[in-house]
């Protein structure tokens, strides 16, 4: 039996505009959820493999790669606003890009 070690995930989608994407499917080894209307997600995320894929209609819109050991709340890693857009593999902009 393999366990596999998780952390809890939370973070908006935006667009290269900034605004949020929303009913966009958000998914990682460990789960997957789906933005809300304010691109506002939460997901665990294995901590062994910190990708997240951004998908629509089943499309590969944009992917992240996280941290995983930084910017926890409460044991929830806080992402902030990530913004999907074309040819990305992005680190996550933890300083710069904070949900509002």
Same mark, same amino acid.
Request: charged fraction near 25%; hydrophobic fraction near 35%.
């Given at each position: !039996?393999?366990?596999?070690?998780?952390?809890?995930? !939370?973070?908006?989608?935006?667009?290269?505009?900034?605004?949020?994407l929303k009913g966009?499917?958000?998914?990682?080894?460990?789960?997957?959820?789906?933005?809300?209307?304010?691109?506002?997600?939460? !997901?665990?995320?294995?901590?062994?493999?910190?990708?997240?894929?951004?998908r629509h209609d089943?499309?590969?819109?944009?992917?992240?790669?996280l941290d995983p050991?930084?910017?926890?709340?409460?044991?929830?890693?806080?992402?902030?606003?990530?913004?999907?857009?074309?040819?990305?593999?992005?680190?996550?902009?933890?300083?710069?890009?904070?949900?509002?």
């Amino acid at each position: !039996m393999r366990i596999l070690k998780t952390v809890t995930v !939370m973070g908006r989608l935006v667009d290269a505009s900034g605004k949020p994407l929303k009913g966009h499917h958000v998914i990682n080894h460990a789960s997957r959820g789906v933005s809300e209307v304010d691109g506002f997600f939460s !997901m665990e995320l294995s901590e062994k493999s910190p990708t997240l894929e951004v998908r629509h209609d089943s499309q590969l819109l944009c992917q992240f790669r996280l941290d995983p050991t930084s910017q926890r709340e409460n044991d929830v890693l806080m992402v902030g606003d990530l913004r999907c857009h074309p040819d990305t593999l992005a680190e996550a902009a933890y300083k710069s890009e904070k949900a509002s």
